[in-house]
């Protein structure tokens, strides 16, 4: 199995693409496609992951059908059913090298999937790696239980969903990784960090807190490959301090009438004029109304951006590929900045 490369983009549902996926690769990174969460035959889902599949294909001018493509492809488990039967085809015929799998009903639900990618894997020769995200130490564990390859661990920070009790990659990354060693699997696991990283300064801390590399997932909304509307984008450059411009919270979900979350998970998102009116003693109804309303009249202000806490510190569109070079070279700095406070 390949190693992950240092940065790699979330599968963030409706923004990670095709074309984002592959310009992330194309960077020297490691793109994953957003599959979605519903892959029950004849969900639309499983359409629009194979065009886009095709198109990271092409933008990577890969024309031989049976060489690996270079990407990864996520699935929301919370909604797990149809993912063996109708999305593993699909990905081994692709020739993914990676899978995601996040936000399980119960803690073992992934248990049958992976067995399932790892009986196609031997039977295919198949160089595939399952990721899996995780929020907690006990959730780490249970990934591991299962036969996961590669643990996303994923802070509070993070944009979108998470896990409504949990900490940040600061406190979650160091107990995550002794938790692996106890249990004598550090030479087998990679380890990426997830939540708040926007820039080389994150890069490099979540490698001195373990991490093998990491998980960008809002940074990457703000840049040129990305197909999020420009409104969510300059929302994205707009806000300032982070931590005060965005909430974690099950009432996105509820604003947006996606509330089928199992009660561990909760979500980050802007604050909105939604969040805000819920927070001056709005009842959920008359928010979930003007928030229809303004959908149906194709008003974006209204819309949930999900976004990290680190929205603050960007500043900038840029290209993937520009972002990549940038983060590279000021990770340089940053341990040269290292090196030099502790006399190195
Ligand atoms: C807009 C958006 C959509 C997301 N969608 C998904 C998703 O479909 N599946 C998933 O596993 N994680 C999703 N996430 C969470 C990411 O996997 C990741 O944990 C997060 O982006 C990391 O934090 P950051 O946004 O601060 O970089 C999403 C995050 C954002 C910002």
Same mark, same amino acid.
């Given at each position: 199995?390949?190693?992950?490369?240092?940065?790699?983009?979330?599968?963030? $549902?409706?923004?990670? *693409?095709?074309?984002?996926?592959? &310009?992330?690769? &194309?960077?020297?990174?490691?793109?994953?496609?957003?599959?979605?969460?519903?892959?029950?035959?004849?969900?639309?889902? #499983?359409?629009?992951?194979? !065009?886009?599949? *095709?198109?990271?294909?092409?933008?990577?001018?890969?024309?031989?059908?049976?060489?690996?493509?270079?990407?990864?492809?996520?699935? #929301?488990?919370?909604? &797990? *059913?149809?993912?063996?039967?109708?999305?593993?085809?699909?990905?081994?015929?692709?020739?993914?090298?990676?899978? @995601?799998?996040?936000?399980?009903? !119960?803690? %073992?639900?992934?248990?049958?999937?992976?067995?399932?990618?790892?009986?196609?894997?031997?039977?295919?020769?198949?160089?595939?790696?399952?990721?899996?995200?995780?929020?907690?130490?006990?959730?780490? /564990?249970?990934?591991?239980?299962?036969?996961?390859?590669?643990?996303?661990?994923?802070?509070?920070?993070?944009?979108? !969903?998470?896990?409504?009790?949990?900490?940040?990659? +600061?406190? #979650?990354?160091?107990?995550?990784?002794?938790?692996? /060693?106890?249990?004598?699997?550090?030479?087998?696991?990679?380890?990426?960090?997830?939540?708040?990283?926007?820039?080389?300064?994150?890069?490099?801390?979540?490698?001195? #807190?373990?991490?093998?590399?990491?998980?960008?997932?809002?940074?990457? +909304?703000?840049?040129?490959?990305?197909?999020?509307?420009?409104?969510?984008?300059?929302? +994205?450059?707009?806000?300032?301090?982070?931590?005060?411009? %965005?909430?974690?919270?099950?009432?996105?979900?509820?604003?947006?009438?996606?509330?089928?979350?199992?009660?561990?998970?909760?979500? /980050?998102?802007?604050?909105?004029?939604?969040?805000?009116? $819920?927070?001056?003693?709005?009842? *959920?109804?008359?928010?979930? /109304?003007? !928030?229809?309303?303004?959908?149906?009249?194709?008003?974006?202000?209204? %819309?949930?951006? @999900?976004?990290?806490?680190?929205?603050?510190?960007?500043?900038?569109?840029?290209?993937?590929?520009?972002?990549?070079?940038?983060?590279?070279?000021?990770?340089?700095?940053?341990?040269?900045?290292?090196?030099?406070?502790?006399?190195?």
């Amino acid at each position: 199995m390949s190693p992950p490369p240092l940065i790699v983009n979330a599968p963030m $549902y409706g923004y990670a *693409d095709g074309q984002l996926a592959a &310009a992330v690769s &194309a960077a020297g990174g490691y793109g994953f496609i957003a599959g979605g969460y519903n892959f029950t035959t004849n969900s639309p889902q #499983l359409d629009k992951l194979q !065009h886009e599949l *095709d198109t990271a294909r092409s933008i990577l001018q890969i024309t031989s059908p049976d060489d690996p493509l270079p990407i990864g492809v996520g699935c #929301l488990t919370v909604q &797990a *059913d149809g993912i063996i039967q109708n999305v593993l085809p699909i990905l081994l015929k692709a020739r993914v090298t990676g899978i @995601w799998l996040s936000f399980p009903q !119960h803690g %073992t639900d992934h248990g049958p999937i992976i067995t399932a990618v790892q009986e196609l894997r031997q039977a295919n020769a198949w160089d595939v790696s399952v990721y899996v995200q995780v929020g907690t130490v006990n959730a780490a /564990r249970e990934a591991l239980e299962v036969g996961a390859d590669v643990l996303v661990v994923q802070g509070s920070d993070a944009g979108g !969903h998470q896990w409504a009790q949990g900490a940040s990659i +600061i406190a #979650l990354l160091p107990e995550v990784g002794d938790m692996v /060693r106890e249990v004598g699997k550090s030479a087998e696991i990679r380890l990426l960090a997830a939540g708040g990283i926007v820039d080389a300064r994150g890069v490099v801390a979540a490698i001195a #807190l373990g991490a093998d590399g990491v998980v960008m997932g809002t940074r990457f +909304i703000a840049t040129v490959e990305c197909s999020a509307p420009d409104t969510a984008k300059q929302q +994205i450059l707009s806000a300032v301090d982070g931590g005060s411009a %965005t909430v974690k919270s099950r009432k996105h979900d509820v604003f947006q009438s996606t509330d089928f979350w199992p009660i561990r998970y909760d979500g /980050r998102a802007i604050i909105g004029p939604c969040y805000k009116e $819920y927070a001056g003693g709005i009842a *959920d109804e008359e928010v979930i /109304r003007r !928030h229809n309303e303004a959908k149906e009249n194709g008003e974006a202000e209204r %819309t949930i951006i @999900w976004a990290g806490a680190g929205i603050g510190s960007i500043r900038k569109i840029v290209s993937v590929a520009e972002l990549l070079q940038t983060i590279y070279a000021e990770s340089k700095l940053a341990v040269t900045r290292l090196n030099d406070a502790f006399g190195i």
